[in-house]
């Protein structure tokens, strides 16, 4: 993949409504972004698709939604606010910053080599106040990771859940790092949110569940839709483990930009169970019933970022077809404001994260009143469909294509009552019975 496809990624979100720079009309706000309609479709999709595969349809994972803000403590206590930091550096010509361990390939903007100064530590977490006096006190931090959540509850929810080792707590939210450097649109973000499960074991079984969570994390992501040449694993070096690692393996995917990490997991070991017994004083061990003991839980910690995962399954599905798919090329092309000069963009989602599922499409205007029927009694089984009765159908089967939408139904019957299916990979085109295209549709699509 070339830089220049992530540059034609960026344009195309914003144009299509899925991703656009946070606050834009005050000139934006660097490394936030928002999510249009189909945007946040996507990413509710994916979501969903993660909440029922680790916790709806697991035995032994609960789900939990802990706050964004903890008591401080919290931080002091695993070690984020001492050991939670990046190297910073600054040229000393351009004075641009960067992380210290990814700096830039390319020349100063000032001319020649960068010059940089000697590395600074830098904590990112964004620090607030709770409450109105802003003292030493009040300050706390936006959470970077979910975990901690999972650990200062863990004996409540094991208590109240009725579980037994193994088994793990899983939650998705918010996540926020103050980063050195914003870059690569939705890889280096500073506002972000995490899916991540805290899975607890008897020290000792921890190796063996570590090797099964990395198989289970890879086919969670392959089952999204993501071609499994694109990801390989990056075994973390032992002095460069985080704090509290004895072993992290990364999955990374092939980004424009290159292999970058897109899940991480890490066996986490007791330390952080250990850490918060420590510091609140309050018995967070579990007892075995067959050994008589008490033992803390080891952690496996299978962990990813929705951005990535999102900017990976975008990047897998796009597609820009030069000079098109045998359109009508007369027909004023959706995309040509951007200088992509007659290209066709398809975005080959899998469809169970599409943003629309069916878009109807009447053939001609004296067929809307129908295909209005035929969109609201479709509506009754898929949620995720659009009516669409403005432009040509070459034009609209292209907007369509764009946003990922698997099938078109074109209402172009006059006697013989069928509409005609359309998929949006091979182009094929079926002719269906109007009775039959609720089953026609299910078959292909299910009931998401
Ligand atoms: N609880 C462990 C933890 O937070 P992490 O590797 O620091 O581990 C988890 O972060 C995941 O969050 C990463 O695998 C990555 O997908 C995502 N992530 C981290 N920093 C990010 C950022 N600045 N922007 C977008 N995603 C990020």
């Not at 249009?36 to 979501?47: Q, S, T």
């Not at 300050?139 to 208590?159: D, H, I, S």
């Not at 607890?200 to 063996?208: A, C, H, I, N, R």
């Not at 369509?400 to 006059?414: A, K, R, S, W």
Request: proline share 3%.
């Amino acid at each position: 993949m070339q830089e220049k496809n992530l540059e034609k990624i960026v344009s195309w979100a914003k144009r299509r409504g899925f991703v656009m720079p946070g606050s834009e009309i005050y000139g934006g706000i660097s490394g936030i972004y928002d999510f249009g309609p189909y945007g946040v479709a996507l990413k509710n999709n994916i979501k969903k698709i993660w909440w029922k595969t680790f916790v709806e349809d697991s035995d032994d994972i609960v789900g939990i939604e802990s706050a964004i803000l903890m008591n401080r403590k919290v931080w002091q206590a695993s070690g984020h606010e001492k050991g939670f930091v990046d190297e910073l550096v600054e040229c000393k010509k351009c004075h641009q910053r960067y992380k210290a361990d990814d700096l830039p390939e390319t020349k100063c903007q000032s001319g020649g080599e960068h010059e940089f100064t000697e590395a600074k530590q830098f904590n990112p977490m964004f620090k607030t106040h709770v409450g109105v006096i802003e003292s030493d006190e009040s300050m706390t931090y936006l959470r970077p990771e979910t975990a901690q959540g999972m650990f200062t509850n863990f004996k409540q929810v094991m208590e109240t859940s009725r579980k037994k080792l193994p088994f793990g707590i899983a939650q998705i939210g918010k996540s926020f790092r103050n980063e050195i450097n914003t870059k690569d649109f939705l890889f280096r973000v500073r506002e972000f949110e995490i899916a991540e499960i805290e899975y607890f074991v008897k020290p000792g079984d921890d190796e063996k569940a570590f090797d099964e969570w990395l198989k289970s994390w890879e086919e969670f992501v392959l089952s999204l839709g993501i071609k499994k040449e694109n990801i390989k694993h990056y075994e973390h070096p032992k002095e460069g483990l985080s704090h509290y690692s004895k072993r992290t393996v990364d999955i990374q995917y092939n980004y424009p930009f290159g292999y970058k990490e897109l899940t991480g997991l890490a066996n986490r070991t007791d330390f952080d169970l250990k850490a918060h017994q420590e510091a609140s004083g309050k018995d967070l061990t579990y007892f075995d019933e067959e050994t008589k003991e008490k033992v803390l839980p080891y952690v496996i910690e299978p962990t990813l970022g929705i951005e990535r995962l999102m900017l990976a399954v975008i990047c897998d599905a796009f597609e820009e077809i030069q000079g098109g798919r045998g359109v009508d090329k007369s027909d004023p092309s959706t995309n040509a404001q951007d200088g992509i000069d007659m290209s066709e963009i398809v975005l080959h989602l899998s469809q169970s994260i599409a943003p629309v599922k069916i878009a109807v499409l009447p053939l001609v205007k004296k067929l809307s009143e129908k295909g209005r029927e035929i969109y609201k009694d479709l509506k009754t089984c898929w949620g995720e469909i659009e009516f669409d009765e403005s432009g040509s159908i070459g034009r609209r089967y292209r907007r369509q294509d764009e946003i990922g939408t698997p099938y078109c139904v074109t209402i172009d019957f006059e006697e013989d009552r069928k509409v005609t299916v359309r998929n949006r990979d091979t182009m094929k085109q079926e002719r269906v019975d109007i009775k039959e295209l609720k089953n026609h549709l299910f078959e292909k699509l299910g009931n998401f």
